[in-house]
Structure formats: structure tokens, C-alpha cells
């Protein structure tokens, strides 16, 4: 596994990183780390990796888009030393352009978008063990479908700077559209945006997969 004692992980995101999380950081007992992905993971590292202490730190904001995560950026993820990075933004920036269309200040178009995440990019500090780029996703198999298709132009955003910096990257739309050719999106989100257990589960083995993660390891006493 790619992360040390006392390493510090923290998640950046909208609603679907944030689920009821403390804020405007959640981490620690009972709760505070919310019910998303970020929860799934935190059990994971620690029920598979008891011997190895990592800090889950959860800096999700629902209704977040790149634009008010870049605002805040700073204060909740650079301040906080992390030693690991990860960024999920983007379901915002592109929803608002479907849900009040007659507000196009709501929503971020694609041109700032890339250049939302470059400045987030460019605040990381070199310290940084390692980088991961969490794409957006909208849960709609029909790639014609007018919002799906204007989601995989942010998701592709995602994957070239991924590649440009070398980060480590997570195609959830690429999971969900896996998925829904077995079950419907209906068994996950009802709006096809904010995930169950299920959804984050999925998900946190999406991103576990990116950090050689053994379900076999046998703990170091």
C-alpha cells in the first residue's frame, strides 16, 4: 500500500465527498468524516491495515463548484499539510448549466474549469507525497444524453491534467457507466448524482485500487 504511519490524506470536493461531514474539515470520532466514499475508505485502511495510522481528513462542501472549492482551497487543504491529496470537483460546475439555466453565473464552463483545477494544482505543495484527480460524473449510461455528454468534456479535463502532472486518476464516470449496464441507476441515486452505500462503496474501491491497496494483506503485529 502506497501510504505510511501517520500520513494525511485529504479529500476535496462537493457534496458527494462531503455527506454530512463536520465542517468546514470533518475527521476524527463518531461522525465527523461523513457517509461518503471518504468514510468507505477511512474503514477500509483501517480494517485491513490496523498496524498503519492514516488521517482521513474530509474537505467536502455540498453545492461546491471548482470555483468555490478554488476559494477555499488554501484554508482547507493546503493549511492542513496533507501528505496526500485528492480532488473530486465538477458535478456542480456542469449541473447548474441543466438546473437554472437562466443563471449561466452559477455554473463553470469548461475553459474555467481547466483552469480552476490548474490553480488548485499549482497552490499543492511540492511536499505532497502524491496527487489524485477524482473525475465528475453524471449517472446516465446514454452518452447522448445532452448533460452526460457535457459531463464527459469535464471528465476528459480531469484525465489530461492528470496526465500532464502525473497524478493518479479515477474515472468514476467511467464506473458508474460500468455499473448501470447490470443495475440501474435508480438502485444507486435517485438523481443520478449523490450516492448510497452502494454508490460510495464503488467508489472507494475505485480509489483503493489506485493505491495498491491487498483485501489479502496479512497485518504486520
Not at 448501470?180 to 438523481?191: F, G, L, V
Request: charged share 25%; net charge negative; with cysteine.
Amino acid at each position: 500500500m502506497i501510504f505510511n504511519d501517520y500520513d494525511r490524506i485529504v479529500f476535496a470536493g462537493d457534496s458527494v465527498t462531503d455527506m454530512e461531514s463536520a465542517q468546514p474539515v470533518g475527521e476524527g470520532l463518531f461522525d465527523n468524516v461523513g457517509r461518503s466514499y471518504v468514510r468507505i475508505i477511512e474503514n477500509m485502511l483501517s480494517a485491513v491495515y490496523p498496524e498503519v495510522h492514516v488521517r482521513v481528513t474530509n474537505a467536502g462542501i455540498g453545492g461546491n463548484t471548482s470555483r468555490d472549492l478554488l476559494a477555499r482551497f488554501d484554508r482547507d487543504v493546503v493549511q492542513l499539510n496533507p501528505d496526500w491529496v485528492s480532488i473530486c470537483i465538477g458535478i456542480n460546475d456542469v449541473w447548474r448549466q441543466f438546473d437554472t439555466p437562466a443563471m449561466p453565473d452559477y455554473a463553470v464552463f469548461p475553459e474555467e474549469y481547466e483552469q480552476n483545477l490548474e490553480k488548485m494544482i499549482a497552490m499543492i505543495p511540492q511536499s505532497v507525497k502524491g496527487v489524485f484527480i477524482l473525475s465528475p460524473y453524471y449517472m446516465e449510461p446514454n452518452r447522448e444524453d445532452v448533460m452526460r455528454a457535457r459531463m464527459d468534456e469535464y471528465v476528459a479535463i480531469c484525465k489530461k491534467l492528470a496526465d500532464k502532472y502525473g497524478f493518479r486518476f479515477v474515472d468514476f464516470q467511467a464506473l458508474y457507466e460500468d455499473y448501470c449496464k447490470i443495475r440501474h441507476s435508480s438502485y444507486i441515486a435517485w438523481d443520478r448524482v449523490h450516492p448510497n452505500q452502494v454508490g460510495a462503496t464503488l467508489m472507494a474501491r475505485a480509489f483503493l485500487a489506485q493505491c495498491d491497496f491487498d483485501y489479502a494483506h496479512e497485518v504486520q503485529k
